[in-house]
């Protein structure tokens, strides 16, 4: 990636907010967790296996970030709590109401299991609600948009938008 086309004010200005059932709720920029917690560079393994039979991209990359686990940590969760939400619920509720979304064009929660053809060590378990798009909508044009604002989601099918919820 070219760096010199990256805006700095994102990074500068970016507020990573901890909340709900943890001690010691926070809100930091993005240079306030590096200074508070540091980073660490590690080689991350990405699957992708929706490619068809024969056909999953698998690649490593390195990257550099800082470690969930510190930041976990220092908010202390309450005993019990047990999910990482990535998106929040304003988030989604402004999702929602941004692409006119009813109830009717939204799933349950359900569970999606990632990597399982690699076996049950490889497997991720993630928490997603399916959005239905009944209007002429891109999808993949807001998976897209959905992603740039760091939301996970995934365009499963024609109309259809996975979106990770937990």
Known sequence: MDDSVVDESIYENWVISIDGDCENPVEMTLPELVEQFGTVTQVMKN????????????????????????????????????????????????????????????????EVVKGKNYGEKCEKHYICRQIRLTTPKNSVTIERELKKHGIEATNVNIGRINVRVK
Request: negative net charge; hydrophobic residues 35%.
């Open 47 to 110: 699957d992708c296996t929706i490619n068809g039979v024969g056909q999953a991209t698998i690649m490593q990359v390195e990257v550099e970030g800082v470690p969930v686990s510190k930041i976990i940590e220092y908010a202390k969760p309450k005993e019990g709590a047990n999910v990482l939400s990535p998106i929040s619920p304003e988030d989604w509720k402004t999702f929602v109401e941004k692409l006119g979304l009813t109830d009717n064009d939204i799933s349950d929660e359900f």
